[in-house]
């Protein structure tokens, strides 16, 4: 035991006696100690110490400078800073000094033990023994204290991890569960709101047909309702009536577009858990035009309410030649109004706005930008700026530095239309130095033509029956069909639709969906069991929440549409019904397929 104790031990001896030295190499020799240094230059002992790292020194005191005293203090500190061991290195002083203060003075410095000249071999041999054991004891307790700390802290950092992805779930869950609450009360005001956008699109439509006749639907010139000829017109000094009409037409405009993008608010409410939906429509866009709109939509708030308050903030469009991008033009211009008004809130004390819009050349993707071609949007304000905490947050869902004034939805928004858009979005912010939100877009010109084709009629007279249990939207319904040289019935509620289509043969039933008593799809059975051929399309305020929950198709129903409706979108539904029912019946003619907006049940 003691021999394999001394076998792995590392002994220093330091006397400046040749003699004693010689004497104790022979005796720790002989019971097997086999790594030994010892040194006669007391000044060499510091750095021999450091070097060799010994687990036990043998020490002279009386020696020259440094004597043995001041070796004890420097082979403290030595072992302090240098070996970083929590274990000291034994010292055992070997001196013919026999003086008891000597023998405090050495033991208060440190020394492990005390023997005097001349030594007893056996009693060195037994004193080495234990200290060295009492050392390799201590150092194999240290041991074992080192790996139990490293496995605790290995533990608790595993803890630590597993309490974060816990906490990120649960705030995952909570914020699913939050829009998914967001969702289910889009449902329940979904069908009364969009009943009253209908109302509102509706008439406006049928206004506009009368202030600007065939140009019902928004026309394709500057995005805000003017077209080229209007423009023309208007530099030619046209007589007051015509220049009247001219802005009343705008302004009908700009309702019905107001009213089809709220109509979208309460179904992109779910956008924020629910994937892409691949059968959204998208039509060719001219970003420009949606900017200008975006910026006549939002002029209450940023123009109107800021002088209100002695303020000043000026918008600065900046728009350059782009090509057309395949878009929604609804998601497209709440991004922007979003942007907009986000960019508003960063300006307390005014500033300004600016609205860029350009094609990437090669000389942008070398910069280290996006893939050159893309379109590029970019909104700039010199407002106070976000820190980099706030800057890598802003875009999360409920996130928000506006406290009970924001929803903390307005940016993340965005960041969901961007990504269904298949663009990409960079900001760059700083306090003090405002705020850039960089929008990349990918282009899509084969769709430019596409979008600019107006909804074809059936090219003859149906007669169609139009159910809903709200007398003014029966009557809307009734106007723009009759419009189209249609002959139409109406009937106020399930019950009494069901009376009228069982009475008398129409072509086209057209139905709403949430009625008291017998709702929409429980008229289209019986409309079915009674006459097959008859297409049913359903015309809902639920929007598509209603698809969302009925994981079945209505298979009495041919077609949904929902509510607020276009005439030009009502005109290809029923062309589209129209023209499938004919193909039923007749399977030698060739099926027109036009596009409807609306989404197949």
């Given at each position: ?7 792995r ?6 006397d400046?006696e040749?003699?004693n ?6 005796t720790l020799e ?9 040194t006669?230059?007391?000044?060499a002992?510091?750095?021999l ?8 020194v ?11 005293f001041a070796?004890?203090?420097q082979?403290?500190?030595s072992?302090s ?6 274990v000291a290195?034994?010292v055992?002083v070997?001196?013919?000094d026999?003086n008891?203060?000597t023998?405090?003075?050495a033991l ?9 000249k001349?030594?007893?071999?056996s ?5 080495i023994?234990n200290?060295l ?7 194999a307790l240290r041991?074992d204290?080192?790996?139990l700390?490293?496995q ?5 950092a595993?803890?630590e ?12 869950a909570i914020?699913h569960?939050?829009l ?24 406006s ?11 019902s ?9 003017n077209?080229n000829?209007a ?6 000094a046209?007589?007051?009536a015509?220049a009247r009409?001219?802005?009343e037409?705008k302004?009908v ?5 107001a009213?089809r993008?709220a109509?979208?608010?309460?179904s992109r ?7 892409d939906d ?8 001219n970003l420009n ?5 975006a910026?006549t939509?939002?002029s209450p708030?940023?123009?109107d309410e800021?002088q209100?308050?002695?303020l000043?903030i000026v ?6 030649t782009?090509p057309?991008?395949?878009g929604d033009p609804a998601?497209?211009?709440?991004m922007?109004?979003?942007?907009i008004?986000?960019?508003v ?12 819009t350009?094609v990437?050349n ?10 050159a071609?893309?379109?590029?949007l970019?909104v700039r ?38 990504g ?21 877009l990918p282009?899509d010109e ?5 979008s600019?084709?107006t ?5 003859r007279t149906l007669?169609i ?5 709200q ?6 319904l009734q106007?723009?069909?009759?419009g189209d040289?249609?002959?139409v019935?109406?009937a106020?509620g ?12 129409f072509d086209?039933?057209?139905t ?21 051929e008859?297409?049913v ?5 639920f929007g598509?929440y209603l698809?969302a ?5 209505l ?5 949904v ?7 030009q ?19 030698q003619?060739?099926t027109d397929?036009c596009?409807?907006?609306a989404a197949?049940?």
């Open positions: 035991m003691l021999r394999d104790t001394l076998s031990a590392r002994i220093l001896i330091v400046d040749s003699a030295i010689c004497l104790l190499e022979r002989l019971i097997g100690a086999v790594n030994v240094r010892s006669t230059d007391s000044q002992a510091p750095g110490f450091r070097d060799f790292r010994p687990d036990l043998l020490l002279d005191l009386h020696m020259p400078a440094p004597d043995g070796l004890l203090e082979f403290g500190a072992a800073d240098e070996i970083g061991a929590s290195v034994p055992v070997l001196t013919a026999v008891p203060k023998k405090h003075r208060l410095l440190g020394a492990a033990d005390f023997l005097t001349p030594i007893d071999g009693e060195v041999v037994l004193r023994r200290l054991e009492n050392r390799f004891l201590q150092l041991g204290s080192d790996r700390t490293a605790v802290q290995e533990r608790t595993q803890l991890d597993t309490l974060i992805q816990l906490r990120q779930a649960q705030q995952a914020r569960e939050r998914s609450a967001l969702g289910t009360m889009a449902a329940g005001i979904a069908h009364d709101f969009n009943n009253a956008l209908t109302l509102i699109h509706g008439y439509e049928l206004l506009l047909g009368q202030l600007a006749p065939g140009k639907e928004p026309s394709s010139g500057d995005g805000n309702g077209d000829g423009a023309a017109a208007s530099s030619s046209p007589a007051p015509v009409e001219s802005m037409a302004f405009r700009t309702i019905m577009m009213a993008d109509a979208r608010t309460v409410l779910r956008a924020f858990y629910r994937s691949k059968e959204e429509t998208r039509v060719a866009v035009q949606l900017v200008e709109q910026v939509l939002t708030r940023w123009l800021t209100a308050r002695g000043r918008i600065k469009p900046e728009l350059g782009l057309s991008i395949s998601e497209l211009r709440e922007l109004t979003n942007l008004f986000n960019a809130d960063a300006l307390p004390q005014g500033g300004c706005i600016t609205l860029r350009f990437e090669a000389s942008d993707a070398d910069a280290g930008h996006a893939t071609g893309r379109v590029c970019e304000d010199d407002g106070v700026g976000m820190d980099e905490t706030v800057r890598r947050r802003c875009l999360e869902p409920f996130f928000t530095t506006k406290g009970e004034c924001g929803t903390g939805l307005g940016l993340s928004g965005v960041y969901g239309i961007v269904r858009h298949g663009g990409s979005l960079d900001i760059e912010s700083a306090p003090g130095r405002g705020t850039a939100f960089r929008i990349v282009t084969q769709l430019a033509e596409a600019s084709e909804a074809r009629q059936v090219g007669r029956l139009v159910v809903d249990d007398r003014i939207v029966c009557d809307l106007e723009q069909l009759q040289g249609h002959t019935q109406t106020q399930g019950a009494e639709g069901l009376k009228k289509f069982l009475s008398e043969p086209l039933l057209l709403d969906q949430a009625m008291p008593g017998m709702n929409g799809e429980s008229l289209a059975a019986a409309a079915k069991e009674h006459a097959p008859v297409p399309i359903l015309l809902t305020g598509d698809q929950i009925r994981k079945t198709q298979s009495d129903v041919d077609l549409l929902h509510k607020p409706v276009t005439l979108d009502l005109r290809r539904a029923i062309l589209h019904t129209i023209t499938q029912a004919d193909h039923r019946e007749n399977p003619l060739r397929k596009p409807a907006t197949a049940a």
